[in-house]
């Protein structure tokens, strides 16, 4: 089976974390949440669920993981000046590892400079930023582009978790 990190901070969309987080560990793979600081308590902006970061982006290597998850909310904004987190991204991408970044999870990829001549989506607000960034925006419940599976909003997630489970078959 694969392991993902799903990468977090707070105010996190609480079911774009909630349900591909459900869904990949009850099909069997492994999950770590990664956060800024291990042990961290991690609350998504609705206030329905917390999570508990089980490592933290300095005590990880990529080789160790086969997909990134990405949940949207503010957490991508929290995440996306950390040095740590955006190399991450980029050896992640380097390693053709499946990268799924949902709503706001693809301004990290932006700010990893990752998203020239690919084709996303994202929440519908963000299309001008991914467009800057070099990306082609489709405006559809899941974009497939190589290694990125990217969504818009909740009412993606059933298309968004289909797609990362199949990447991870």
Do not use: W
């Not at 740590?84 to 380097?94: D, P, R, S």
């Not at 519908?124 to 899941?142: C, I, R, S, T, Y």
């Amino acid at each position: 089976m694969s392991k993902v990190a799903f990468l977090l901070a707070n105010d996190f969309e609480d079911s774009e974390m909630q349900v591909p987080y459900e869904e990949v560990k009850k099909a069997g793979h492994e999950a770590d949440i990664i956060g800024l600081e291990a042990g961290e308590t991690l609350k998504g902006k609705q206030g329905k669920v917390e999570y508990q970061a089980d490592k933290a982006i300095t005590d990880v290597k990529v080789a160790d993981y086969d997909a990134v998850v990405i949940p949207g909310g503010a957490s991508p904004e929290n995440l996306r000046l950390n040095d740590g987190i955006l190399q991450f991204v980029k050896e992640a991408n380097e390693a053709k590892k499946t990268i799924a970044a949902i709503c706001h999870g693809p301004q990290i990829l932006i700010s990893a400079d990752l998203l020239k001549r690919r084709t996303i989506t994202c929440y519908p607000p963000l299309k001008d930023d991914v467009v800057n960034a070099g990306a082609e925006f489709k405006d559809q419940e899941v974009v497939v582009d190589g290694n990125y599976i990217t969504s818009r909003t909740p009412k993606d997630e059933p298309a968004f978790v289909r797609e990362i489970l199949q990447a991870l078959q």
